[in-house]
């Protein structure tokens, strides 16, 4: 009887933690697309050029920071790149 219950509760452990993972997976994931779109966005849209830059591009390092660091990354890019910073 008792090695029923244990035998429960860890299957219901499992899933909560695998529950758990999966959720943050998602947004992780999520994150990583917007930033790449809104990175796509800025650059068919020539935003950059209204302030008298050039556009962000599509380098390795671009796109990894975006895909990683999602909107937040795309932030940090054009705030390096109004200060003059290239990647």
Do not use: E, R
């Not at 697309?33 to 380098?59: A, E």
């Not at 937040?72 to 003059?84: A, Q, T």
């Amino acid at each position: 009887m008792s090695s029923v219950l244990i035998a429960i509760l860890l299957v219901v452990a499992i899933v909560a933690i695998v529950y758990y993972l999966v959720k943050k997976f998602m947004v992780l994931v999520i994150n990583a697309i917007l930033g790449i779109v809104v990175l796509f966005i800025l650059n068919f849209l020539h935003v950059m050029q209204w302030m008298g830059k050039p556009d962000l591009g599509y380098g390795f390092v671009t796109v990894l920071i975006s895909a990683i660091g999602g909107l937040p990354g795309v932030c940090i890019l054009l705030l390096l790149d109004i200060l003059g910073i290239t990647l």
